[in-house]
């Protein structure tokens, strides 16, 4: 019989596919550490077989992959000279198929799904992890669920409705919902694979492997990475946890967490030493992939930072947009805002850390720039005209 355990009581559960949630503490159960010696197998193709000895997974079925992981880890060249940093890197998850990081997690939750023979799965969600689910659903053929927010935006809907999902949009409390929709998965068989599903962050623990593995071995001396439910973090975490336990590492990066400031209760908690996290009332910031006023698994993530001294920070609007504009401008990545926090986050502390000079930075960037154009004001774009007789005069005069 499988098990999940709470990091709080420290209990062990039988694996409930429709109820994640710990019966005493109420808090999001995880996938244990398994007592066998663990390791890489890099001869093997996917990105999922590479790691399988780490995931709760007991054999890889490559038809059910989208071809995610081996994301890039890009130096930072011209950023690093501008700011006189040490080296800064670039953890580039807007390659994976669905644009962002939440295809780590989708990918390792329906490979769980299909071996434990359930047909049907779900989310809740109004964008990257409603479009990954759906995605990674249609993939292996699973009628898939998708609850949504009534006011999501039409281009949204739309990007979604490609993958032909069950789509429903909820009226009420999106808090509330979460955690109906494992009520609603239990009574009708639909496994909601939602934000901090178990399997789902085990996943996300892979992109921790490829960075220790892609900078030679070597451990990062802080890891930045934006925050919303607390999934992947704790999943970035878990990583490292795991690498430690195994020997491959004798200390772990610091990681620091990076909220928008308009929507940052772990931020909050963090700076006034509470070890629970309080739901805020109003949440308005433009990294909208990450405005959740109620983060499910922001306890744990708050008792892994305090207990593996971490970090958590936030950063305002401004600074986040100044941020994306720097990255593209400078580096040629176009992430959406809930992604430029890290080097909003970066630029704020760097005068704090006291850095050495062979210090290694990451910066996890998760979402593309494309999956929030609505954010970017059409008036900062410089735009010449010119007719074909024209054009060499107004090149030449550019170049004057």
């Known amino acids: 019989m499988e098990n999940l355990e709470c990091i709080f009581c420290q209990r062990e559960y039988p694996l409930d596919i429709f109820n994640p949630f710990c019966p005493e503490c109420h808090e999001p159960l995880l996938c244990p550490s398994p007592k066998k010696k663990r390791k890489f197998s890099l001869e093997k193709t996917s990105s999922l077989e590479k790691y399988l000895d780490f995931l709760p997974l007991s054999k890889i079925n490559p038809n059910l992959s989208l071809g995610e992981g081996d994301t890039p880890l890009l130096k930072l060249n011209r950023f690093m000279e501008n700011f006189n940093l040490p080296p800064v890197f670039i953890k580039n998850e807007t390659v994976n198929p669905i644009a962002c ?9 329906v490979q769980k799904a299909v071996s434990l023979g359930i047909k049907r799965i779900g989310t809740v969600s109004t964008g990257n992890m409603a479009s990954s689910t759906a995605a990674y659903g249609a993939k292996a053929g699973l009628e898939t669920f998708v609850l949504l927010k009534e006011d999501i935006s039409p281009d949204k809907l739309l990007a979604i409705s490609m993958y032909n999902p069950v789509l429903v949009k909820v009226e009420g409390d999106y808090g509330e919902l979460f955690y109906e929709s494992f009520s609603l998965g239990r009574k ?52 490292f946890l795991d690498l430690k336990k195994e020997g491959f590492i004798q200390y772990l990066p610091t990681f620091v967490g990076v909220q928008a400031h308009g929507c940052s209760p772990l931020a909050q908690a963090y700076a006034s030493g509470k070890s629970k996290v309080k739901r805020i009332k109003i949440a308005k910031t433009i990294a909208q992939s990450i405005s959740n006023p109620d983060p499910p698994g922001g306890n744990i993530l708050l008792k892994l930072i305090q207990e593996n001294n971490g ?48 210090d290694l930075i990451v910066l996890v960037i998760t979402g593309s720039g494309l999956k929030a154009m609505n954010v970017l004001e059409p008036s900062r774009i410089n735009v010449r005209e010119a007719t074909i007789s024209s054009l060499e005069r107004t090149i030449s005069s550019i170049l004057e």
């Open 101 to 109: 990081f939440k295809d780590r997690g989708t990918a390792v939750a």
């Open 311 to 358: 970090r958590i920070l936030d950063v305002s609007d401004k600074e986040i947009l100044e941020a994306q504009k720097m990255l593209a401008e400078l580096e040629g990545i176009f992430c959406e805002p809930a992604s430029s926090t890290v080097l909003a986050g970066l630029l704020k502390l760097s005068g704090k850390l006291k850095l050495r000079a062979d």
């Open 188 to 239: 009708h068989n639909i496994y909601f694979m939602n934000s901090v599903d178990p399997f789902r962050i085990e996943g996300y623990k892979v992109t921790g492997f490829e960075i220790f593995l892609q900078l030679g071995n070597r451990i990062p001396r802080y890891i930045f990475a934006p925050m919303s439910s607390g999934g992947h973090l704790i999943g970035l975490m878990r990583a």
